[in-house]
């Protein structure tokens, strides 16, 4: 079976609308956290089938913090999830 790989004009997509959506949660007062959730549980399953492995573990967390409505950890994850995103995107985008 042939594996999946996401062109570099797909992985840009990707990380725009996550940086998009991580930037609303970062700003909402109080914080979103239905749309944290929803973030974490999309990034948990779809991350991988992009190239971004090391996004899953964030997902997993940030969905955990957000069904806790812990918004501390929200919003600290929110922030240096946000700042991975933008690192990644110099990298697949320069």
Not at 21 to 45: M, N, T, Y
């Amino acid at each position: 079976m042939e594996e999946f790989t996401a062109s570099p004009a797909a992985q840009v997509r990707y990380l725009v609308r996550r940086i998009d959506e991580l930037a609303r949660i970062e700003i909402s007062e109080p914080v979103d956290f239905e749309l944290a959730k929803k973030w974490g549980h999309q990034v948990k399953g779809n991350a991988e089938s992009f190239g971004f492995p090391e996004l899953t573990a964030s997902g997993i967390e940030l969905e955990k913090f957000a069904e806790a409505k812990d918004t501390v950890k929200v919003r600290l994850l929110s922030h240096q999830i946000l700042n991975s995103l933008r690192k990644l995107m110099k990298e697949v985008a320069p």
